[in-house]
């Protein structure tokens, strides 16, 4: 997610246009710039919206509940009240969330970050469509930290989202008991040790 934020501060900053808004975000600046971020929410349905910061991203539903996932703790925080998170600026602003709890908050945390991920792999295609793959290399080169480049985006974000629902279910099935054949074969991450 570091990246990625990265990557949205300089869609924002692209000489030709901020890609944020070209995408459709609407933009509230914070009062007080120093310790806060621009909020940048879109709609995706009626009832649900993702925001972004520079420190993060906040995926809210009306049935769900809503989920951040930050620049530098992956790990999602979750409330059950799908509006926090509409006045933020600040990672203070959205203290209200916290890990999931028992096997219904992970259930709506996992569908969230699902829907995130996804999202996310939606938008770098976009990017690629609109600014061109060459714009997202060079952003990607700047950033300095990886090998990614525009072409592989997408497809990573996918993964992800598929990997992190197996690692739900995986905690889903152990939680409830379930044998072994009926858990995800996923070894790589384990959030049944986060289960209370």
């Given at each position: 997610m570091h990246q990625q934020c990265w990557c949205w501060g300089q869609d924002i900053r692209r000489d030709q246009g901020n890609l944020l808004l070209a995408f459709g975000f609407s933009r509230v600046r914070s009062a007080d710039p120093r310790p806060g971020s621009s909020r940048y929410t879109v709609t995706l349905a009626p009832g649900r919206r993702i925001a972004v910061w520079g420190w993060g991203l906040l995926v809210a539903d009306i049935d769900l509940g809503a989920a951040l996932i930050g620049r530098y703790a992956f790990g999602p925080r979750y409330s059950r009240n799908w509006r926090v998170g509409r006045q933020a600026h600040t990672p203070a602003d959205v203290s209200s969330l916290a890990v999931p709890w028992g096997p219904d908050e992970w259930r709506r945390a996992g569908a969230l970050l699902g829907i995130a991920l996804s999202w996310t792999a939606s938008y770098e295609r976009?990017?690629?469509?609109?600014?061109?793959?060459?714009?997202?290399?060079?952003?990607?080169?700047?950033?300095?930290?990886?090998?990614?480049?525009?072409?592989?985006?997408?497809?990573?974000?996918?993964?992800?989202?598929?990997?992190?629902?197996?690692?739900?279910?995986?905690?889903?099935?152990?939680?409830?008991?379930?044998?072994?054949?009926?858990?995800?074969?996923?070894?790589?991450?384990?959030?049944?040790?986060?289960?209370?």
């Amino acid at each position: 997610m570091h990246q990625q934020c990265w990557c949205w501060g300089q869609d924002i900053r692209r000489d030709q246009g901020n890609l944020l808004l070209a995408f459709g975000f609407s933009r509230v600046r914070s009062a007080d710039p120093r310790p806060g971020s621009s909020r940048y929410t879109v709609t995706l349905a009626p009832g649900r919206r993702i925001a972004v910061w520079g420190w993060g991203l906040l995926v809210a539903d009306i049935d769900l509940g809503a989920a951040l996932i930050g620049r530098y703790a992956f790990g999602p925080r979750y409330s059950r009240n799908w509006r926090v998170g509409r006045q933020a600026h600040t990672p203070a602003d959205v203290s209200s969330l916290a890990v999931p709890w028992g096997p219904d908050e992970w259930r709506r945390a996992g569908a969230l970050l699902g829907i995130a991920l996804s999202w996310t792999a939606s938008y770098e295609r976009w990017v690629t469509a609109t600014a061109g793959a060459e714009y997202r290399d060079r952003v990607l080169t700047a950033w300095g930290h990886g090998r990614d480049r525009a072409a592989t985006l997408p497809g990573a974000w996918r993964r992800l989202a598929f990997e992190c629902d197996a690692v739900v279910q995986r905690g889903l099935a152990r939680a409830a008991g379930l044998p072994p054949a009926c858990r995800s074969t996923l070894s790589r991450f384990d959030l049944a040790s986060t289960q209370p």
